[in-house]
């Protein structure tokens, strides 16, 4: 009998969202992943011109190094940034380098928390909450968006920019995809057109600031020495995140 499926080191990682918007018969629900440390396989994926190009590359690589029986696909947007600095930790180490106005400043990943949240406005198993637009006054619920739904929204602006070059329908898209219902109207006819035609911009604006607050996430922000002393940065995550030294 094989003892270790996986011949090498693995981690344990906190979902920032605990698991409680997924369903109790979802191993995501214990709020943990466990994850393996990045090999030569995993370089190669960073490599791969064809995953780069269509914009796959970080899921690809993410799918390799998750150990957990899990569906990739119903990771919140959250969770799967914990990942993200996961692996950067496991495969090259906490300290990350980057530019930023010109200069170098480095960042030890280790020290990122994740944001805190209202646990209870979070009911176990239910990706479900219900928000009331200060200004029209209607009351629409709302889910937090996974990958699944992220890149279901992606295939439609693609389609939707093939049929009109000049669009951009970005925003009204991911709100058509993370509005359940309004005012308990659960038709997705009537939430597409209540996004496209009765959707205040102030309302919208509102919305989006709650979400940006109440969904769990990792705290992306972390103050750096500059020459102009300490400030707070928005750490970006791209390619290089993972491998600088990577010419591509």
Known sequence: MEENKFKFPTEIVELPSKGLVYPQDNPLSSGKIE???????EED??????????GTVLDKLLQSLIVSKIDYKDLIVGDKNALLIAARVLGYGKDYTFT???????????????????????NQGKNEFTFKLPNSGNTITFKL??????????AEIKG???????ASPEL??????MIISINGDYEKKSIREFVDNEFLAMDSREFRKHIKQMQPDVNLTAAVETNNGVEDVEIPINLNFFWPDASI
Do not use: C, W
């Open 45 to 54: 994926i960073l490599t791969n011109q064809s995953y780069i190009q269509n």
């Open 172 to 177: 009204s898209t991911r709100l058509k995809y």
């Open 160 to 166: 939707l920019q093939k049929i009109n070059k000049n």
């Open 35 to 41: 994850m393996k440390y990045m090999t030569a396989k």
């Open 100 to 122: 930023y106005r010109g200069e170098e400043v480095t960042v030890n990943l280790s020290q990122l928390d994740n944001k805190p949240f209202n646990e209870k406005e979070f």
């Open 145 to 154: 968006l996974t990958h699944g739904d992220e890149s279901a929204i992606e």
